[in-house]
């Protein structure tokens, strides 16, 4: 599978976790990259994004909270999460694109997905 995540897992109100997402396949820095995450009765939503132009947080509700990087050296996608709370409960996935240079956060720009991670918090 091009994206597997791993990180996941239970922890109470205030801790952190980093979620990674492992890339196989595609060395290309010229395509987009992204985190969503989908709560229990949801919709899915972006988190943060990875394109040529560099790291972008779509979620700004999130982005004192979340980090997204990418680690060029092991091809993984990362998301540092910190003082967690419980309404960030749900499964996270990594996106991708790797046709697209650019991306504005949009579901439908990624073609490729992993299956996802269970983040749950507890209070």
């Known amino acids: 599978a091009p994206l597997v995540e791993s990180g996941g897992g239970s922890v109470q109100a205030g801790g952190s976790l980093r979620l990674s997402c492992a890339i196989s396949?595609?060395?290309?820095?010229?395509?987009?990259l992204a985190w969503f995450r989908q709560a229990p009765g949801k919709e899915r939503e972006v988190i943060a994004g990875?394109?040529?132009?560099?790291?972008?947080p779509w979620a700004r509700s999130l982005a004192d909270r979340f980090a997204i990087s990418k680690d060029t050296a092991k091809n993984t996608l990362d998301l540092q999460m910190n003082n967690l709370k419980p309404d960030d409960t749900g499964m996270y996935y990594c996106?991708?694109?790797?046709?697209?240079?650019?991306?504005?956060?949009?579901?439908?720009?990624?073609?490729?997905w992993g299956r996802g991670t269970q983040v749950t918090v507890s209070s």
């Open positions: 996106a991708a694109d790797f046709g697209r240079r650019y991306c504005a956060g949009a579901e439908w720009e990624y073609t490729t």
């Open positions: 396949g595609y060395t290309d820095r010229r395509y987009c």
């Open positions: 990875v394109d040529i132009r560099g790291p972008t």
